[in-house]
């Protein structure tokens, strides 16, 4: 599926932290950028991520801020 | 101001295309990795984005979805 | 691309209206179901989305309401 | 009251999974058409919602993003 | 509608700026307290929005970050 | 940081629920108006947030709706 969402990272799963009804995934998607994702359950294993497994972080634009020192 | 936003990207600002109510705004946070940003054209100004400038991009993780092959 | 959004509407296009940077996209997904989204100017021209074809409403749990009388 | 959010989609409670700050709701909109949210388990208590019940997905048109094949 | 987002702010429209497809609306909340809205500009008419009358800022619990100094 | 966020609400955190992976927060930021967020409980450790502290809500305006009665 092509998508609308604008960010469409690729990477690698650093971690997975599982909750009852919420799980955090880690992507690494260049040397030192990390995205955190927070995800339902259901989703997590219905996707089948693995800690190393490749993944893509995606992010719709109206959904991002900019922030300046 | 420390955020509890998960990711806080710094990069640089590729291009930014402004409407009447709505700015995008594009971040280069490492090499090959973009980030769009959709934010009001009152922040925009208020920031005093300009193109070559830099920036963070900003996400809450509850925002960011996991994709897969 | 199997995403995590746990929603995943499959619909027809019903309108569109083009906005500088925004665009307002109206898809059914069922009879008398409408779903409208807002996504970039950009992402429906590289989507090349036309009225009358068909398309998938993304949404991801954490963005959904509940409503009750 | 009447709300900004484009989508309000009546249906009928299939599940709700709780956990101790975020519950999961499965509502049906349609035949076949699904739709899933998390909310705060104070919402999900404040509001009784109880398997079988109606109630309303609520979306803003800004948290929906298209896909194609 | 008794809705699960968990902010509902009373207020005072201060200001409605329209765009093509976006509408950027301001309450105040309290004395000193503005909250600032994009909504679509259909909804926008739909609610029969007008500087000077009243409205609710409705804001989802995932959609609030927290900063600290 | 100056973040394109347009509403950026100081206040006193009232209370705070942690969760396995998700923590919610509650703000006073006027006398009687309170603001409920959602945060990753990484975020409420990292920024070391207490009950009685003060602390900021932040809230991009594309994620707020507007009602009217």
Redesign the interface.
């Known amino acids: ?9 690729p990477g690698k799963i650093l971690s997975i ?9 880690t ?1 690494q ?5 990390e ?6 359950s ?3 294993e219905s ?3 693995v800690e190393g ?17």
Do not use: F, H, W
């Open positions: 599926m092509k998508i609308s969402a604008r960010n469409v990272l932290v599982r909750g009852p009804v919420t799980t955090e995934v992507l998607v260049a040397a030192g950028v995205i955190v994702a927070t995800i339902t259901t989703s997590a996707l089948k991520l497994g490749q993944a893509y972080g995606l992010i719709k634009a109206s959904s991002v801020m900019i922030g300046t020192d």
